[in-house]
C-alpha cells in the first residue's frame, strides 16, 4: 500500500491521512469517528479548490454533526472548558423548567390586569403595566451600581441567587390574582426582582463565559450559548401551549405545576453550577486551598476546591478582608505608619483588628496581581491565627501569643507574620501554579484604593 502523503482533521476529531492513487488523484481515508456517518474513502481529483471534482472532505457530514455545529461553539471541545458540556446541560434544563413556570405566571398577571373582562378597564391596566416597568428600571439601575463589582467574585453564589430570586418573583406573580387588594404592589415587587435577576443573570452569565472560552472565543461561547436558550425557550413555549388549557381552570393544578417546576429548576441550578470548575481564585476559594495547605501541607486542586466551595451561605471567610482600603481609614497618626512599615518588604500595608478579626490592606500602585494574592493570604493566615485546627510550628506559637497576649501588640504580630509569610508563601505559589491554578489573574475582590508611601533605604518592592 502507497506511503501517506499527508493528514488532516477538523478540530478535536481523528485524523485521516491521504495516499496517491494509481491515476495520479489524491485517495482520502475514513473518518475516524464512525458515529458521524463515514464509510469508505473519498477521492478528490486533481483541479479545483479541494483537489478535484470529487466529493470534498468534510462535505459528507450528517444532519447530527451539522445541527450539533449550529448550538456548540467552533472547535468544541477543545475551544471551551472541560465542565462546558455538564454545565450546558443542566443550564438547558433549568431554562426549559424556567420557561413553563413564567408561562404560568404570565398567564396569572394577565387575568389579574384584567384580560378577557369584559369590565377591566384599559386605562387602569396600561397604569398598572407602567408602575410595574418604571418600578423594575430603577431597581435595575440601583441594583447594578449597588453589586456590580462584586458578581465577578462570586459568579456562582450570584447565579443560583438570581435563578432563585426570579422563581420568587414568578410565585408572587401567580399569587398575585389571589390578593386583588394589593395586586399593583405584588406585580410591582415581582418585576423589581425580575430586574434583579436580569442584572445579577447577565453579569455573572459573562463572567462564567469569560471562564468556558478558552480560544479567545467569547463571541462565539455566547453566541452559541444564546442559540441554546432560544431553542429551549421554544420547547417550553410549545409544552406551555400544551399545558396552560390543562391547568388554567383550576388553580390549585397550576400551583402544583408550578412548584414542580420550581423544584425541578433549583435543582438543575444547583447541579449546572457544581459542575463548574473555576481555576481562578476568589476569597473563598483561596481560604478553602490555604487552610488545607496549613493543615496538611498540600494544596487543593481545582475541581476539589470548587466541589467545597459553599454555594448557599458562607460567601466569605470567617476573618473580614478588606483589600484595596483607603490609607486614611487605616491610620491617624505617625506612629501607626511607622509600625505598619516595620517589617514590610511587599507593595502593601496591613492593619489587623483582633477584636474584630478585621484585616485592612493598603495596597501600592505597583501591586500587582501576585502582590494582591500574597496580601490576601496574609490576611486570611492572620484570620487563621484566631481560629480552629493545626497550623505549621511557628504560626502555632503565634495564635497562643494572640490567645494569651494583649491586642495593642497586633502590628507586632502582623510584623511576625511577614517574617513567616516569606518562606511560606513561595511554596504555596508554587503549589498553586502546579495543581493547576491560574496566578496570573483572581477574583479577590479588590477596592481601587491605591497609595505611596516612603520605605526604609534597605527595603525592596517585589
Excluded at 77 to 102: E, H
Excluded at 133 to 158: E, H, P
Excluded at 222 to 242: F, I, P, R, Y
Aim: aromatic share 8%; with cysteine; hydrophobic share 45%.
Amino acid at each position: 500500500m502507497a506511503d501517506v502523503l499527508c493528514s488532516e482533521q477538523f478540530g478535536s476529531g481523528a485524523a485521516r491521512g491521504c495516499r496517491a492513487a494509481p491515476d495520479g488523484s489524491l485517495q482520502w481515508e475514513a473518518w475516524g469517528r464512525s458515529w458521524w456517518g463515514f464509510s469508505g474513502a473519498f477521492t478528490a481529483k486533481p483541479g479545483g479548490r479541494d483537489g478535484g471534482g470529487g466529493v470534498a472532505p468534510g462535505t459528507a457530514t450528517p444532519p447530527l454533526s451539522r445541527l450539533l455545529a449550529v448550538f456548540l461553539p467552533q472547535g468544541f471541545p477543545d475551544s471551551v472548558s472541560p465542565d462546558y458540556l455538564p454545565y450546558q446541560l443542566w443550564d438547558s434544563v433549568q431554562a426549559f423548567a424556567s420557561s413553563l413556570s413564567g408561562s404560568l405566571a404570565t398567564h396569572a398577571v394577565l387575568l389579574g390586569i384584567g384580560v378577557g373582562d369584559a369590565k377591566a378597564s384599559v386605562s387602569a391596566a396600561t397604569a398598572t403595566w407602567l408602575v410595574k416597568d418604571s418600578t423594575g428600571m430603577l431597581g435595575r439601575i440601583v441594583f447594578a451600581w449597588w453589586m456590580g463589582s462584586k458578581m465577578d467574585c462570586n459568579a456562582k453564589q450570584w447565579r443560583l441567587f438570581a435563578d432563585i430570586l426570579n422563581d420568587i418573583a414568578m410565585f408572587l406573580e401567580i399569587m398575585a390574582p389571589i390578593l386583588p387588594f394589593c395586586f399593583t404592589i405584588t406585580v410591582c415587587i415581582s418585576n423589581l426582582a425580575k430586574c434583579l435577576v436580569g442584572v445579577a443573570g447577565g453579569a455573572t452569565r459573562a463572567a462564567l463565559t469569560m471562564h468556558q472560552a478558552r480560544r479567545n472565543n467569547m463571541a462565539d461561547v455566547s453566541a452559541k450559548d444564546g442559540s441554546q436558550e432560544t431553542l429551549v425557550n421554544l420547547a417550553g413555549l410549545l409544552v406551555s401551549l400544551l399545558m396552560l388549557p390543562l391547568v388554567s381552570d383550576s388553580p390549585s393544578l397550576s400551583l402544583g405545576c408550578f412548584f414542580f417546576l420550581t423544584a425541578l429548576h433549583i435543582y438543575a441550578n444547583y447541579r449546572a453550577i457544581r459542575a463548574l470548575v473555576i481555576e481562578t481564585l476568589n476569597e473563598q476559594r483561596l481560604w478553602l486551598v490555604l487552610r488545607h495547605f496549613l493543615q496538611q501541607g498540600e494544596v487543593l486542586g481545582p475541581t476539589s476546591a470548587n466541589r467545597m466551595e459553599p454555594l448557599w451561605t458562607g460567601f466569605w471567610s470567617s476573618v473580614s478582608l478588606s483589600l484595596g482600603a483607603p490609607l486614611h481609614c487605616v491610620m491617624s497618626s505617625v506612629s501607626e505608619l511607622q509600625q505598619l512599615l516595620e517589617g514590610h518588604r511587599e507593595p502593601y500595608l496591613l492593619r489587623w483588628d483582633q477584636s474584630r478579626n478585621q484585616v485592612q490592606v493598603v495596597l501600592s500602585q505597583m501591586a500587582g496581581p501576585e502582590a494582591i494574592l500574597k496580601a490576601a493570604t496574609h490576611g486570611l493566615v492572620l484570620g487563621a491565627l484566631r481560629g480552629d485546627g493545626p497550623l505549621p510550628g511557628e504560626l502555632e506559637e503565634l495564635r497562643n501569643r494572640v490567645w494569651a497576649g494583649p491586642e495593642k501588640e497586633s502590628w507586632i504580630v502582623v510584623r511576625e507574620t511577614h517574617q513567616v509569610l516569606d518562606k511560606l508563601f513561595p511554596k504555596f505559589l508554587k503549589g498553586l501554579q502546579d495543581a493547576g491554578w491560574s496566578t496570573e489573574k483572581h477574583q479577590l475582590e479588590v477596592d481601587e484604593w491605591r497609595a505611596t508611601w516612603l520605605l526604609c533605604p534597605e527595603k525592596k518592592v517585589l
